[in-house]
C-alpha cells in the first residue's frame, strides 16, 4: 500500500473514533431516554442566567463516550490510549460549544452550524496531531468530512426516530 493510501486509511479511522465519540452520547439517549442521564454541570447557572452547559450534555453521554471510543480504537487496528484521547477530546469539543451557545443564549440541542461540527472533530484532531504523523491536510479533510457527515447523518438519525432534531 503506498504512503497516500495509508495516511487516506488513518484518516478514515480516525473519523470513525471521531463519529463513534459524536454518536455514542446521542445513540444512548435513543436507547436510554433520560435514565441514567444527570445533567453534567449539575444544573449550575452562570452568571448570565444560562446553564453552564445545558441537560442535554450528561455524565451517562460522556462515560459512554469515553467507553465506546476506547474499545472501538482496538478494532480498528489503533492504541486504546489514542481512542481515549479522541473520545475525550471530542467530548471538550462538544462541551466547548455547548458552553458558547448558552452564552450566545440559544436552547439547548438548537443548530448553531459550523459551532456543532468544527470543535468536536478539529480538537481530536489536533490531538492525535501530536502522537501522529498527520498533515494539516489530515486535518483538514478529516472536519471536512466529519462536518457533511454529520449534516447528513443528523437527518437520517431524525427520520429514523433516534434524534429529536433534524440537525
Not at 453534567?40 to 460522556?62: A, E, V
Not at 436552547?107 to 468544527?118: E, H, I, N, T, V
Request: proline share 5%; net charge positive.
Amino acid at each position: 500500500m503506498n504512503l497516500w493510501a495509508m495516511n487516506l486509511l488513518l484518516d478514515l479511522k480516525l473519523l470513525l473514533l471521531i463519529a463513534v465519540a459524536n454518536g455514542t452520547p446521542v445513540m444512548a439517549t435513543a436507547a436510554l431516554q433520560h435514565r441514567f442521564a444527570y445533567p453534567l454541570d449539575c444544573r449550575l447557572r452562570l452568571g448570565d442566567g444560562q446553564p453552564l452547559f445545558g441537560t442535554s450534555k450528561s455524565f451517562r453521554g460522556i462515560l459512554l463516550a469515553l467507553a465506546a471510543t476506547t474499545l472501538a480504537a482496538p478494532l480498528l487496528d489503533l492504541d486504546w490510549r489514542l481512542g481515549t484521547l479522541i473520545a475525550t477530546l471530542a467530548m471538550a469539543g462538544d462541551l466547548f460549544s455547548s458552553f458558547l451557545k448558552r452564552r450566545l443564549k440559544l436552547p439547548s440541542s438548537s443548530m448553531a452550524l459550523g459551532l456543532d461540527q468544527l470543535p468536536e472533530s478539529l480538537f481530536p484532531m489536533l490531538g492525535a496531531s501530536y502522537f501522529l504523523a498527520l498533515t494539516v491536510m489530515d486535518i483538514v479533510v478529516v472536519v471536512a468530512l466529519f462536518f457533511v457527515g454529520e449534516l447528513v447523518l443528523s437527518r437520517l438519525l431524525f427520520r429514523l426516530h433516534l434524534r429529536s432534531q433534524p440537525y
